[in-house]
């Protein structure tokens, strides 16, 4: 396998050759359209779970006090957000520039303007002051069981008291162990959806 396939699509600059995609999603009434790129998770369609997690938090209740996508890629999860909760500002963090700058693109391209979008890993940038009533993130499972931990407990220092954290993971990649700790932490976790190996997975801060 060449380099540049080979290459993370958690990389901060990944160097693989371009090769956009324009991929439409539609849910419910809303039909978004979305251009990838080579170096980004899931370039050629929205990921299973990524749509498995959108289509399950529209319907969860959270304190309305902001929404943070950990892990956004070109942004499928964090726009619909906004898109769900036009009254909410939602921030979307990755350290990934290409696919960054391609969520950046698909917010302007989809007339969406309450977003906040810019790099942090994990919750490094993520101002330690702001707190979210949602966060959702799809984790990198390749970047490692320690990102991963770190993206399902750093949550809890980022949500406001009844603040919800939903997660989407394979039972495969480890959605035991995930729940194991996401028990640990908050004290509940709560199996939302199943589909197709894919669980979401619902904690709420205390």
Same mark, same amino acid.
């Not at 990944?14 to 899931?42: Q, R």
């Not at 520039?97 to 979008?117: C, F, M, P, W, Y």
């Not at 799809?138 to 490692?144: E, H, Q, V, W």
């Given at each position: 396998?060449?380099?540049?396939?080979?290459?993370?699509?958690?990389?901060?600059?990944?160097?693989? #050759?371009?090769?956009?995609?324009?991929?439409?999603?539609?849910?419910?009434?809303?039909?978004?359209?979305?251009?990838?790129?080579?170096?980004?998770?899931?370039?050629?369609?929205?990921?299973?779970?990524?749509?498995?997690?959108? #289509?399950?938090? #529209?319907?969860?209740?959270?304190?309305?006090?902001?929404?943070?996508?950990?892990?956004?890629?070109?942004?499928?999860?964090?726009?619909?957000?906004?898109?769900?909760?036009?009254?909410?500002?939602?921030?979307?963090?990755?350290?990934?520039?290409?696919?960054?700058?391609?969520?950046?693109?698909?917010?302007?391209?989809?007339?969406?303007?309450?977003?906040?979008?810019?790099?942090?890993?994990?919750?490094?940038?993520?101002?330690?002051?702001?707190?979210?009533?949602?966060?959702?993130?799809?984790?990198?499972?390749?970047?490692?069981?320690?990102?991963?931990?770190?993206?399902?407990?750093?949550?809890?220092?980022?949500?406001?008291?009844?603040?919800?954290?939903?997660?989407?993971?394979?039972?495969?990649?480890?959605?035991?162990?995930?729940?194991?700790?996401?028990?640990?932490?908050?004290?509940?976790?709560?199996?939302?959806?199943?589909?197709?190996?894919?669980?979401?997975?619902?904690?709420?801060?205390?």
């Amino acid at each position: 396998m060449s380099e540049e396939k080979n290459q993370m699509y958690f990389a901060a600059d990944p160097t693989a #050759k371009h090769d956009e995609h324009v991929v439409d999603y539609h849910v419910d009434d809303i039909d978004l359209k979305f251009t990838t790129d080579a170096g980004v998770f899931s370039k050629m369609r929205i990921d299973y779970g990524s749509g498995v997690l959108i #289509k399950t938090m #529209k319907d969860v209740t959270f304190p309305k006090e902001g929404i943070l996508d950990v892990g956004t890629g070109y942004g499928p999860i964090g726009l619909f957000a906004a898109k769900f909760w036009p009254d909410q500002t939602v921030d979307m963090v990755d350290v990934n520039e290409r696919g960054l700058n391609l969520a950046r693109q698909n917010a302007k391209n989809n007339h969406i303007s309450n977003v906040d979008i810019y790099t942090s890993d994990c919750y490094a940038q993520v101002d330690n002051d702001k707190k979210f009533g949602l966060i959702l993130t799809n984790p990198p499972i390749r970047a490692g069981k320690k990102v991963v931990n770190e993206i399902l407990m750093g949550a809890n220092e980022h949500l406001v008291s009844g603040g919800v954290l939903l997660v989407v993971i394979q039972k495969k990649q480890g959605e035991p162990s995930a729940r194991k700790n996401m028990t640990a932490i908050y004290e509940n976790c709560e199996i939302l959806t199943r589909d197709k190996g894919y669980y979401i997975l619902k904690s709420t801060k205390n």
